[in-house]
C-alpha cells in the first residue's frame, strides 16, 4: 500500500514517569505492536519497499547486561531479527546517523501524524538535513501523509487470530463480571467488587485492564464516566459496572447493571427490561451489508417507545426521536469499534455515508438509560437509575456473534445468580 519509492515509520510507545523515579506500567503503542509484536519502549518502525538489503527496518536497545541485572533482559539486535522477523536491526541511539538515508531519494513519507509530537519532529529534521543535501542530487521526502488511514483500515478487519485473542479476554472478564455479581452485597464498598474482579483477572494472567473501571452503585451509575469507586453499596440500590481485561493487546468491553440486595425493585425491573429490550433490537441489526448507524436506530426506536410507555417522556414515538428528546435519559452512541484499543480504530463513515459492516468487524452494542437524581421533571421512583448493558459482537459472513453473551442480562437470570450465590 505504501508503494516503493517511499518509506514509513512508527515509533513505539514511551515510558511515562508516574511520580520521582516511579513509572507507570509501559503500554505499547498498538499500531506498534500491531505490525511488530514488539513491545519494549525507545524503538522505531521502519518499512522501505524495494530496499534490496530488507524492507523492514527496526530500531531499538542493544542488549545491556548491567541493565538486565535492573530491570530485566530487554530483546536487543539479534532476537529482534531473530525472533521478530526484522530484516535489519540497528540500534536506536545510532538512529540519528541511520534514518536520513534511509529517506533519501523517498517521494512520500507515512507516519502517525500527531499521535507523538516529539517523533514528528524527529522526522521533520531528519527531512530538512537531507534537503540540506539537494546540490548533491539527493531528495528528501517531498510529500508527509498520515499513516493512520491505511493502518486502521487493516486493524478494523480482524483475523481469525485476533478474534481468538479477544475471545480470551472476553471469556476473562465475562468470569470476573460473574464473580462481581456473586460476592456483591449491601455495605460493601465500590473497590471491594473492583478488587474481587481485578483480582480475577490478574490470577489468570491478564495483567492490564482494557480501561479504568466503573463500578458505580446507586446514582453513580448515572456518571457514564464514574471512576471514584469508593462508595458504600446501598440496599435497594443498582449496581453498575464497565470493567474488562486485555489479553496480549486485545480489549474486551463488558457492561452489566444489576441490584445489590439481588432482586430488583418495580421501577428498576421496569427501566431494566426497557434498555435490554433496546439492547436486543440492537444486537439484531449487526449483519454484514447493515450499516454502522442501523444498530444505534434500533435503540433509540425500543427506548424512546419505553420511555413513553414508562411515562418519562410524552409524545408521539417518532416526534420525539427526531426531538431528540431521549437525549437527556440516552445521550451516547449504542456502540464503538473494539479491538487493540477499547475504543478501537478505523471509521465510521465512508465518503460522508456510514460504513457497512463486514465479516471480521467487532463491535460493542451498549444502550442506557440515566435517570439523574435531579431530574424534577419525572416521577421521583425513577431517579437516581442509571442502567447500561453491553456486550462485544463480532459480524460474521452470515450474521453475529456476541462474544459475551455467557454473563448474565436476563432479570430472571440475575436473581437467580445472586439468589445461588447469598444462598452458599
Known amino acids: 500500500m505504501i508503494g516503493e519509492g517511499n518509506i ?44 534490496e538489503q530488507g524492507e523492514y527496518v527496526l530500531f531499538c536497545r542493544e542488549f545491556d547486561e548491567k541493565v538486565a541485572l535492573w530491570v530485566g533482559a530487554n530483546i536487543g ?22 534514518l536520513p538515508g534511509l529517506l533519501e531519494n523517498k517521494n512520500r ?8 509530537p516529539s517523533f514528528d519532529q524527529q522526522l521533520m529534521d531528519w527531512s530538512q538535513e537531507v534537503r540540506g543535501r539537494a546540490r548533491t542530487g539527493i531528495t528528501a521526502p517531498a510529500e508527509f501523509i498520515s499513516s493512520d488511514h491505511l493502518l486502521h483500515e487493516m486493524r478494523l478487519l480482524k483475523s481469525a487470530h485476533e478474534i481468538k485473542l479477544m475471545k480470551k479476554a472476553a471469556k476473562l472478564s465475562i468470569d470476573a463480571h460473574i464473580k462481581a455479581m456473586s460476592c456483591t452485597k449491601p455495605g460493601m464498598f465500590e473497590y471491594q467488587v473492583d478488587a474481587a474482579m481485578k483480582h480475577h ?6 495483567q492490564l485492564e482494557a480501561y479504568p473501571a466503573i463500578v458505580g452503585g446507586g446514582k453513580n451509575g448515572c456518571v457514564l464516566h464514574y471512576t471514584n469507586n ?54 439484531e441489526k449487526v449483519q454484514p451489508g447493515d450499516h454502522w448507524n442501523a444498530p444505534h436506530e434500533a435503540a433509540v426506536q425500543v427506548l424512546t417507545k419505553g420511555l413513553v410507555k414508562l411515562g418519562l417522556l410524552k409524545g408521539r414515538v417518532a416526534t420525539l426521536i427526531k426531538k431528540e428528546a431521549y437525549k437527556p435519559y440516552y445521550m451516547h452512541r449504542t456502540g464503538h469499534w473494539l479491538g487493540m484499543d477499547v475504543h478501537d480504530v478505523g471509521d465510521y463513515k465512508v465518503e460522508d455515508e456510514w460504513r457497512e459492516l463486514e465479516a471480521g468487524m467487532v463491535l460493542t452494542i451498549e444502550p442506557g438509560l440515566y435517570i439523574s437524581p435531579n431530574a424534577t421533571e419525572v416521577d421521583e421512583k425513577w431517579r437516581g437509575i442509571g442502567i447500561r ?18 454473563v448474565p442480562k436476563e432479570i430472571a437470570d440475575i436473581e437467580a445468580l445472586m439468589s445461588q450465590a447469598n444462598a452458599g
Not at 512508527?10 to 503500554?27: C, G, K, L, M, T
Open 109 to 116: 513519507l507515512y507516519f502517525p501524524m500527531g499521535a507523538n
Open 201 to 206: 483477572f490478574m490470577v489468570n494472567g491478564a
Open 389 to 406: 448493558i453491553e456486550d462485544d459482537v463480532l459480524v460474521t459472513k452470515t450474521g453475529h456473534e456476541v462474544l459475551t453473551d455467557r
Open 230 to 283: 469508593n462508595a458504600v453499596l446501598n440496599d435497594g440500590e443498582l449496581l453498575l459496572i464497565d470493567a474488562a481485561c486485555e489479553w496480549e493487546k486485545y480489549a474486551s468491553d463488558i457492561t452489566r447493571t444489576f441490584p445489590i440486595n439481588g432482586v430488583f425493585s418495580d421501577a428498576q425491573r421496569a427501566l431494566y427490561q426497557v434498555v435490554l429490550d433496546a439492547q436486543y433490537a440492537a444486537i
Open 77 to 98: 539486535l539479534e532476537e529482534a531479527v531473530s525472533a521478530y522477523g526484522a530484516d535489519d536491526a540497528f540500534p536506536i541511539d545510532d538512529i540519528d546517523d541511520i
Open 8 to 51: 514509513a515509520a512508527i515509533a513505539s510507545s514511551s515510558i511515562v514517569q508516574r511520580n520521582s523515579d516511579v513509572e507507570y506500567p509501559f503500554r505499547q503503542n498498538s499500531d506498534f505492536f500491531y505490525l511488530s509484536g514488539f513491545d519494549e519502549p525507545e524503538a522505531v518502525i521502519v518499512f522501505v519497499p524495494g530496499r
